[in-house]
């Protein structure tokens, strides 16, 4: 016959703690409710709560955002060859709270970036813009910063929008801002090989040509904050059909790319006024600011054009990128 075991001792503390940290921590009880189901003090359930804890009941354990990012900079690192700068956001924060942040971000690292006698070339779009409003200011002389790519349509000169966003950098920097006013997508890439031969036009692209540093951001047209390129009237039916025939995933200052990184043969880009991108590669320092899951197709593109040297986004979308890879 079989001898039963003797019932391991209890103590009635450990079992008053253990159904107060199960009341707190697993039912999200306040004290003063615990305190009344189990007919006692709320000091008394406060003890009960160090005690569980002391006792190894209860294990909390932290989990540091910023060391999830770190790794999460490591593998891009390894992976992408590019400096990443993760931002830590919740996942529950909506699309535009999660580029503000990492906008506020990207302003103060790229101040981090400029120095006097700089040229600062700079990406029209929803990201740019929002990166402009979170500059730090920093005194320098000498320093010059240039619009990347048109932005006038049939719509509008656009003179207005991008303006803006170059004057927010000039006023951050001290610096003087040269504006590229052509179109956006030009009707005819002979319309466009003539403005080039323009002196005036020229005179711009040579400057683009001196950067030493610049910012961008990548369009998308299934991002949750909508890519101001396309639906700011720049691009009509026939250019939409034209980019899901070439399989563009997305842009880099109006100049769109496939998933694989080439683009020297999508067909839009012989209307656009953006930068070549293998003059762009040359230059010592490209930031880009992206954030959203939905950008993720459009990141992975960007990454495999080898324009970015230095990228800023969000944890969520860092994670999604790692894990794709």
Not at 48 to 57: E, F, P, Q
Not at 61 to 78: D, F, K, M, N
Not at 235 to 262: E, M, N, P, Q
Not at 278 to 287: I, Y
């Amino acid at each position: 016959m079989a001898t039963p075991r003797p019932r391991p001792h209890v103590d009635e503390k450990d079992l008053d703690a253990l159904k107060a940290a199960q009341l707190y921590y697993l039912q999200d009880l306040t004290m003063d409710a615990i305190a009344a189901e189990l007919r006692t003090s709320r000091s008394s359930v406060s003890r009960l709560l160090s005690h569980a804890r002391a006792t190894g009941l209860v294990e909390i354990t932290v989990r540091s955002p910023l060391e999830q990012g770190a790794q999460l900079e490591r593998e891009i690192l390894e992976r992408f060859h590019v400096t990443a700068h993760v931002v830590p956001v919740p996942d529950h924060t909506s699309d535009v709270d999660r580029l503000e942040r990492v906008a506020m971000t990207a302003g103060r690292l790229i101040t981090g970036f400029v120095d006097s006698n700089m040229t600062i070339g700079v990406g029209w779009g929803a990201t740019s813009s929002a990166v402009s409003r979170h500059l730090v200011p920093k005194e320098t002389h000498n320093s010059l910063v240039v619009q990347l790519n048109g932005a006038a349509n049939t719509f509008t000169d656009g003179i207005d929008y991008a303006s803006e966003i170059l004057q927010r950098f000039g006023s951050a920097y001290a610096a003087q801002t040269q504006q590229f006013p052509v179109p956006a997508f030009f009707d005819d890439p002979r319309t466009k090989e003539a403005l080039w031969r323009e002196r005036s036009t020229k005179r711009a692209l040579a400057v683009q040509g001196t950067m030493d540093l610049a910012v961008f951001g990548l369009g998308s047209p299934f991002a949750g904050v909508p890519s101001h390129v396309y639906i700011g009237g720049y691009l009509d039916r026939a250019d939409f059909k034209s980019l899901s025939a070439d399989h563009v995933v997305g842009d880099i200052a109006t100049v769109f790319y496939r998933s694989d990184g080439s683009w020297r043969d999508v067909a839009l880009n012989a209307r656009t006024s953006g930068p070549d991108l293998d003059r762009l590669r040359r230059v010592a320092r490209r930031v880009c600011v992206v954030s959203g899951s939905q950008k993720l197709a459009s990141l992975r593109g960007g990454l495999a054009t080898g324009i970015i040297t230095d990228l800023v986004l969000d944890a969520g979308l860092a994670r999604l990128l790692v894990e794709a890879d």
